[in-house]
Every structure is written in C-alpha cells, then in structure tokens.
C-alpha cells in the first residue's frame, strides 16, 4: 500500500474551487478538482489548498477549508512595494497591460513558506501562473502540472486572442511550468499531441488520465425524476438534457435547430438546458427566433449536487460540439456523468468523445455540427424505448468499470509516488 503523501494542491484562484468545495453553483474546471481532491483524501493522503486569493495573498488552506493566509517576507517589505508600484505605474503610462511579474513573486515568497514539508506539489495549470513552479525550483521539490487545456489557443479559437506583450508573458510561463514540471498530465490524447507538437513537451514526460465521474452520485434513479419533471411540467413527455457552460464550443445552436425539427414530428417533446454563459442568451433568443416557445427551457446555473436530478429526469441527453478547424482536446465531464446517469446519449463525434462512445453500443454519435444528423438521432431515440434503454444501461457498465473517479484516483496515486520517490523521470 502507497504510504501517505503530504500534497500540496494548487489552483489558479481560492474562491471559485471554496464555492464549488461546499457545493455551490460553479466552474466545470473546479468542479473537477474537487472530485480530484476528494478521490485522494479518499485513499488517505493528506492535502493542503494553496491559491491567489487575490493579487496579493496566497490562501492555504486544509481538507476543512480552515484557511489562513500564507506569510510573506522579501515581498512584503516596503522597497518591494515601492518597485511593483512604480513599475505598474510606468506600464499604464506606456499602455503596456498588468503581466503580473510582481504577483508572482509574491506567490512564488508566499509559496516558499508553505510549501516545505510536502511530499509533492501538485498544480492545476493557469494561464499567467508562476509563482508555484519557481518555488519549487529554488526547494527541490517535486512538481506535477495538471494541464486541462491550452487556454492561450482557446482565447484563439473564440476569437478573442491573446495579443503582443501579455501573450509573450503567458507563452513565457507556460513553457516555465512546462519545464519545471517531472510530469505533466491531460486528459486526452489530442491534448497530449498538441503538448508534444505546439508546445514541445518530450512524449515521455506526458501522461494521460481523462476526466471521471462519480458513479455513487450519478446513477439511474426513476424514483428521484418524478419531482424534476413534474416541477419543469413534463410530466411522461420524453425529455432531452443538456447540461453545460455555454461556450462557443459547446454547439447549443445545432442542438436547437435540431430540436426544432424533432418538435416539427413530435410537438409533446421537451427540451431542456441546464448551465449559463457567455452565449446563453443569443441561445435563448435563438430558441425564440424557431418558435420553439414552451418546448425548451433554460434552468440557468444550478449548484453540481442538483446536476444528477435533472440528469435522472431526462430521457435524453445531448453533447453537441462544432465542427473545428483543430482537434479538441478537452475530456468532459458531462458526457461521464451522463454514462453514470444510464442516459441515452447522443454526441457529436469530436475528440474523445469518439473515443468513448461507441455507435450504438452506448450512446449515438453523429457528424460535429450535422443539424440533420443531430435531428434523425434524437428522433430515432424519441420513438425506440428499448434503444434508450439499452444504450442507457450500457453506458452506465461503462462508466463503473473504467470511468469512476475511484479509478484516477488510484492512477494520479501511482503517479504522484512515483513522483515524489523520484522514481519517475522524463527519460524512464
């Protein structure tokens, strides 16, 4: 049996993964960590929280969240002030954006403190964070990046990117953590290819561990719909869900125009959303422009503890991706939890997504952004009871036997001994 670790785990920011942590409304990325968090104190080891709670402070904090704010030396004095002050004051007279040098240093004296006495650190990438990995090049530590996704090009990809001085500064620390790191870990193969070619990541140095699901929370329960359906008035209408943030490439458009043509043949089906976001309310507005009226309803953002009910109301769920010029390479959540769930999915074949869901085995897949396809899908799966159930039942096998938390646990556990053993290395 692996012996206790002490781990440091370390996050972007401290009160979006506190709100997550006691179960409030939040972001998909925390709520990951917190299944991450939670399977490790599951196997006994003992963690610290470590994040910027603003551009000053660096939060610690125990499995309690009792929380206390790391002590600072060389950059609490008054001349380290007087510098960060002076030389933010010269970057706005010179139109020169806020590249958060000094707040990492801050973190990186703050970390330099609290970061003795652990075993090893663990870090979930972010995208102007430096401050962890240079602490644990001047301590010797262990260091272990979690790297969800590229978010330099995802700023690309929604057409807002990164530009001059500041993309510099955050290519710069992201090949700092890179680096740093004795391993890096993703949750997919594409986003291993992208590590390797775009960024230059040795292979060997990258492992993959796709997201999970928590199979005890999320499960078949037609006893805990009734209340869910009855107060979204469905009542026995057949349900489609979706459930996620509204991101350009979460392709709500193409699920609702698909929709709308499900409703055209069966006006009693029903439609609901389940999330918020930047494009929500072009979504609904969209909904409104196809006349789609009672038949779809957005719930806006509901806290993760309620997911699994409307998840056991639906009879449908849906995961619609676009089309993309590059690979995708997230791992999401949503399609596990609907696995979990024993839902009949239909999914856009993007990324890993084709990679677990098999066509006709265990869910649909049909072309990205295929309003069409989408459409025949979800009315094949509209009028076969038996096929939802069985694809539904199927899904659920799957999820228990390779996609439980309980499972990455024990594979980041191997991991991160390994790590700390020192016996891992870039070049085993």
Not at 23 to 30: C, L, N, V, W
Not at 83 to 95: D, E, F, K, N, T
Not at 109 to 126: M, T
Not at 340 to 354: L, N, P, T
Request: with cysteine; net charge neutral.
């Amino acid at each position: 049996m692996p012996k206790q670790l002490r781990i440091a785990f370390c996050l972007p920011e401290f009160v979006p993964f506190q709100q997550v942590w006691r179960s409030e409304a939040g972001d998909a990325a925390y709520i990951q960590q917190k299944s991450i968090a939670e399977g490790l104190l599951g196997l006994g080891h003992k963690l610290t929280f470590v994040a910027p709670l603003d551009r000053a402070d660096l939060i610690c904090a125990s499995a309690s969240l009792n929380v206390t704010i790391a002590p600072r030396s060389w950059s609490n004095t008054p001349m380290f002030r007087l510098i960060s002050r002076s030389a933010w004051q010269l970057q706005r007279w010179l139109g020169i954006p806020y590249l958060n040098i000094f707040s990492n240093y801050r973190f990186c004296d703050a970390c330099l403190h609290c970061l003795p006495g652990h075993d090893v650190v663990y870090e979930r990438n972010g995208i102007y964070g430096v401050g962890v990995a240079m602490a644990c090049r001047r301590l010797n530590l262990p260091y272990v990046l979690f790297f969800d996704a590229d978010q330099i090009a995802e700023h690309d990809y929604m057409g807002k990117p990164i530009q001059g001085l500041l993309r510099r500064r955050a290519l710069s620390m992201l090949r700092y953590n890179l680096e740093t790191a004795q391993a890096v870990i993703c949750v997919s193969e594409p986003a291993k290819t992208h590590l390797i070619s775009a960024r230059g990541v040795p292979s060997e140095k990258v492992v993959v561990f796709p997201n999970g699901v928590d199979t005890h929370k999320f499960y078949p329960d037609a006893q805990g719909a009734a209340a869910v359906r009855n107060t979204l008035c469905v009542q026995d209408k057949p349900m489609i869900l979706f459930v996620g943030n509204f991101y350009e490439w979460h392709d709500v458009i193409t699920l609702l125009r698909a929709f709308a043509s499900v409703v055209e043949l069966f006006p009693h089906v029903r439609l609901v959303l389940v999330g918020d976001g930047a494009t929500r309310p072009a979504m609904e507005q969209q909904a409104a422009d196809l006349g789609l009226g009672n038949a779809s309803h957005f719930v806006g953002l509901v806290p993760h503890r309620d997911v699994p009910r409307y998840l056991a109301a639906a009879d449908i769920a849906v995961l619609p991706y676009p089309a993309m010029q590059r690979e995708m390479w997230l791992s999401p959540l949503k399609l596990f939890e609907y696995m979990a769930a024993g839902k009949a999915i239909v999914a856009a074949a993007a990324g890993q997504v084709a990679d677990v869901i098999c066509n006709g085995r265990n869910g649909l897949l049909v072309p990205p952004g295929d309003v069409v396809s989408m459409a025949e899908a979800l009315k094949k799966l509209v009028v076969d009871d038996n096929l939802r159930a069985q694809l539904g039942r199927q899904a659920r096998t799957d999820a228990e036997q390779k996609h439980s938390w309980e499972q990455y646990a024990a594979r980041l556990e191997w991991l991160l001994t390994a790590v700390a053993s020192g016996g891992w290395s870039a070049e085993r």
